[in-house]
Each structure stands twice: as C-alpha cells, then as structure tokens.
T-cell receptor, first 110, second 112 residues
Framework: DAKTTQPTSMDCAEGRAANLPCNHSTISGNEYVYWYRQIHSQGPQYIIHGLKNNETNEMASLIITEDRKSSTLILPHATLRDTAVYYC???????????FGAGTTVTVRA | EAGVVQSPRYKIIEKKQPVAFWCNPI?????LYWYRQNLGQGPELLIR????????DSQLPKDRFSAERLKGVDSTLKIQPAELGDSAVYLCASSLDGQGRFFGPGTRLTVL
C-alpha cells in the first residue's frame, strides 16, 4: 500500500473550517484514500473515503487532487469535539489492509 | 444498534502472567480484526478473521500471542506470558465483507 505523509499536529479555531492535508504521491490507480479519526481513549472512527472524485458526507468533505497525489479533509465547522488524531490511509477498495501511520493531532481551540 | 464490545477496558498484570481480551463484533459482521496500539502511534494489525478462519496472522507474535474465533462471532486474544513491551491498547474491529471498519473502545493493558 502507498504511504502517506501528514503534518504531526495542527490547531484550528472553533467554528472555523479545518483543512487537513495528506500527501500520497505513490498511490496506485486502484487505491482509495481513507480518513479515520481517533478521539482520546476511543477506537478509531471512519470519516470518509474516495477514489478520485471529491466526496462529502455529514461529517466532512474529501478533496482529492486531479493527479491523486494529495488530498485534503475538510471539517466545515470545527467543534471542540473534533479534537482528535486524524489518520489518512491509502488502501484497496475493500480496505482489508488498512495501515495506520501516526496521523495528525488536531486541536480545536475555543 | 450496539457497536463493537470489548472487555475488560483496563487490565494491569505483572510480567510473565497470562492475560485475555474478549471482543464481540457488530451483529452480522463476518470480518474481525485485532489491533495493537502503542502510545503515540497508530494501530497495527495483529490478526484478521473471516468468519472463524484466521486469514491474516502474519503480524501476530505467535510465540506468546494466540487468538480464536470459534463460532465466527466473538473472539478472544490471549498473551502468555506477558512481557513489559506488551503494554499497549488492544483494539478489536469488525466489518461486513471488508467494507468500513468499526472499532471497539479497546483494552488498555499495563504490564508491570
């Protein structure tokens, strides 16, 4: 599976959009981009995934560049409860081989 | 609908003692995963089950770790004997045919 590169940490203000970048320059044509998050003392939680088109659900939006070498997870209106570690993962369509890196620690501040 | 259930939530043991973790996946989910998460790192897959068959146990330290999923529903992960380096959070997850991944809250193991 392709590796991903994420910033170690980032802060954002409550009520503002949080834009989380992820680089995956070695992604192959049939690999998806998945995002999970892990709130303190909980297990990881699925957020969203996509192949090449932008995706949106009730939690977030996923923007994938045309060359698919990078993506951005957007939390449109960050709340304090969005404080978590966010993992960007590249894997096949049935995601059996999800491999978590260290992720980005996102702190939402009031 | 209940999520993935794990017990116990916390366990403290002395080194060389045995320990077991239990997981009950979401009803109907045929795929079950055990992960280990060390402090400050992402989860690492230990073993994956499809129904009662372990289809990927390449990362399971087989000298001291064992797992079972006898009836293709709940599962137990055992460590015997535990070592100091086994201190971690052990996460169970389940999915239906590999789609999505639902994690339990984990068991935090401390080996003294």
């Amino acid at each position: 599976d392709a590796k991903t590169t994420q910033p170690t940490s980032m802060d954002c203000a409550e009520g503002r959009a949080a834009n989380l970048p992820c680089n995956h320059s070695t992604i192959s044509g049939n690999e998806y981009v998945y995002w999970y998050r892990q709130i303190h003392s909980q297990g990881p939680q699925y957020i969203i995934h996509g192949l090449k088109n932008n995706e949106t659900n009730e939690m977030a939006s996923l923007i994938i560049t045309e060359d698919r070498k990078s993506s951005t997870l957007i939390l449109p209106h960050a709340t304090l409860r969005d404080t978590a570690v966010y993992y960007c993962i590249v894997s096949g369509s049935n995601d059996y081989k999800l491999s978590f890196g260290a992720g980005t620690t996102v702190t939402v501040r009031a | 609908e209940a999520g993935v259930v794990q017990s116990p939530r916390y366990k403290i043991i002395e080194k060389k003692q045995p320990v077991a973790f239990w997981c009950n996946p979401i009803s109907g989910h045929n795929t079950l995963y055990w992960y280990r998460q060390n402090l400050g790192q992402g989860p690492e897959l230990l073993i994956r089950y499809e129904n009662e068959e372990a289809v990927d146990d390449s990362q399971l330290p087989k000298d001291r770790f064992s797992a079972e999923r006898l009836k293709g529903v709940d599962s137990t992960l055992k460590i015997q004997p535990a070592e100091l380096g086994d201190s971690a959070v052990y996460l169970c997850a389940s999915s239906l045919d590999g789609q999505g991944r639902f994690f339990g809250p984990g068991t935090r193991l401390t080996v003294l």
